[in-house]
């Protein structure tokens, strides 16, 4: 059985920074491709926010562009988003999702204020 479990959300000023991350447990190569998505309050869908591919290649949502970074440890047991810049329109929960095995963490919070 695998386990995603986030952690390092929080409440910020806008302008300021949060590392998320994401540990990967349980069955190997669902490690492979993994993403970020979140939900922001008020019933709105959740929507991609960045993905990494067994290669290693990026991508990420146009609203966060610039200011958002993903990346895994050497191990590939960690998933990370780095998020500068933030903005209010930032806040939302967060969740990794391993695309290889469809499997979804429990999420974490992250609020911007202005």
């Known amino acids: 059985q695998v386990q995603l479990v986030e952690s390092g959300g929080g409440s910020v000023q806008a302008g300021g920074s949060l590392r998320l991350s994401c540990g990967v447990f349980?069955?190997?190569?669902?490690?492979?491709?993994m993403s970020w998505y979140r939900q922001a309050p008020g019933g709105k869908d959740r929507e991609f926010v960045s993905?990494?591919?067994?290669?290693?290649?990026?991508r990420y949502a146009d609203s966060v562009k610039g200011r958002f970074t993903i990346s895994q440890d050497n191990a590939k047991s960690t998933l990370f988003l780095q998020m500068n810049s933030l903005k209010p329109e930032d806040t939302a929960m967060y969740y990794c999702?391993?695309?290889?095995?469809?499997?979804w963490g429990q999420g974490t919070q992250v609020t911007v204020s202005s």
């Open positions: 349980g069955y190997i190569g669902c490690e492979a491709s």
């Open positions: 999702k391993s695309e290889r095995c469809n499997y």
């Open positions: 993905g990494i591919d067994i290669a290693g290649r990026t």
